[in-house]
């Protein structure tokens, strides 16, 4: 359920880490949790950020919530097939509802593994 | 029922049951001086009394003036049904109802209300309608604001001076750097809003017919705007919009307007009505309510309020505004009104108020001393320079139950003489005639 080659933030975003990019998404449980998607907001290439700032947001038809940078780092790539397509998010979090590619800057701090971000959506969930 | 918020046994029983004796000692915290000496309010009065009081206090108002004001605010014809349908008891509640299963009728008229001012002004979104028209640009600058993420606002002299005030003092504390590009004898200076622009500038406010009754077509700018993404905002006198190029035509993200002239009364300034619209890219920075239509799960016609993610009551402390309440009752007027006249009724009214405006300039131009200030194309308002302070010739004419205008210098530096003139589809040719022989006969 949760892949075990991703490391995850306690905010419910996934990361991908290859070389010096980071590939950033949300999890099954978030999506899960925040129902059909209606819109996503995410930030210009260009933009940086501090691992734990907040990026942008998603909406779906019952709530809205914030997405957090889950490392340090320049935005280099956005999916902007979302803003036509938020649905895919839902479909695939972890495929084709990526969000964005961060050129990383300084050594990821606080993300969990697969087993620790179990315990949080264990936790949450109850 | 009695008309009392408390019985004395009641104020007893509430004092008891917090265990002090007296509301005095309820307030014992706060040191005797620190506490009003007296709230200086009279005595009752009767049902009566208090009606021949407030009748006295109305007769001192001037109610049969006939008025050449306007500045943004406009005396039209409004028709019988307007007041006929919109005082009806299931419009006339204190609150706005918004749950779809018990409410549709009333969403179905801010549904409709958002469609004609859509229309109107050739835009694609509208919310519910905010306070005003100067809460209305206020509300658009934000929403630039948010959507650049820059804080550089460029603001032409040419928009309602009642609104740059507003905007500044909403602006007062927020991280928002308004620059203001000075008019040119009255008209928008089109070259300097365009110099003004650059990439860190957030939004162009721009105002048609500008303050001085000026027509512009602002399509360049608004396309030197998006050229560094910059957001244009525009503020339009809704009437005036069945005849003029629209902004939506013109390339406006953003258009608002002061909706008073659509059925609202003149009554000592509100309530009035806040058109915000906006093109569907910049819909979700749009506050307030908006209402869409959908369909059940049986296929059949529904209203729901839209977008509710960015509202108040679901991410608070994310909402995109917090003094946006609509203003549902003036919105439905405005709905009955733009319904009552139609598209050609509105045509007429706006034709009918220019034809007029245009005549009262020819006659007012024709008194020696008496200049046009308003260059080239305006609708149904105009500036002119009097040979006199203009304070000074409102005084005269007002004595005698004419008010010629509004003073340009209670705003505008340099501008004593200024006085703007409106006419409506109301004001009369022989009222035309007779204002213009008072003001020579004032200027003598």
Known sequence: MIPEDLLYAKTHEWVMIEDDVATVGITQFAQEQLGDLTFVELPEVGDTFEAGAEMGSVESVKAASEIYAPVSGEVIEVNTELEDAPEKVNEEPYGAGWMLKFRIKGAPEGLLNAEGYAAVVESEAH | MPFVPHTEDEVREMLATIGVNSVDDLFAEISADMRPKSFDIPEGLSEMEVLSKLEALAAKNATDSVSFLGAGFYDHYIPAAVDALTMRGEFY??????????????????????????????????????YDGGTALYEATMMAVRKTRRRKIVVSEGLNPIYRVMLGSYTTNLDVDLVTVPHKDGQTDL???????????????????????????????????????????????????????????????????????????????????????????????????????????????????????????????RATSNICSNQSLCALRALVHMCALGEMGLKRAARVSMERAHICAERLTAIPGVEMLTKGTFGNEFAVTLPVNAFEAIDKLAERGYIPGFPLGRYFEGLENGLLVACTEKTSEEQIGIFAEMLRGALK
């Open chain 2, 93 to 130: 509640t204190a609150y706005t109802p918004y749950q779809p299963e018990a409410s549709q009728g009333t969403l179905q008229a801010i549904f409709e209300y958002q469609t004609a001012v859509t229309r109107l002004l050739g835009m694609e979104c509208a919310n519910a309608s905010v």
């Open chain 2, 191 to 317: 070259a300097g809003l365009k110099n003004a622009l650059d990439d860190s500038t957030a939004a162009v406010l721009v105002q048609n017919p500008n303050f001085f009754g000026s027509i512009n077509d602002l399509t360049e700018l608004f396309a030197a705007a998006k050229a560094v993404k910059a957001v244009s905002i525009m503020s339009v006198y809704p009437v005036l919009q069945t005849l003029l190029k629209t902004p939506g035509e013109m390339g406006a993200d953003i258009a608002v307007a002061e909706g008073q002239s659509l059925g609202m009364p003149l009554s000592f300034g509100g309530p009035y009505l806040g058109i915000m619209t906006c093109t569907k890219e910049m819909v979700r920075q749009l506050p307030g309510r908006i209402v869409g239509r959908t369909t059940d799960t049986e296929g059949r016609t529904g209203y729901v309020l839209t977008l509710q993610a960015r509202e108040q009551h679901i991410r608070r402390q």
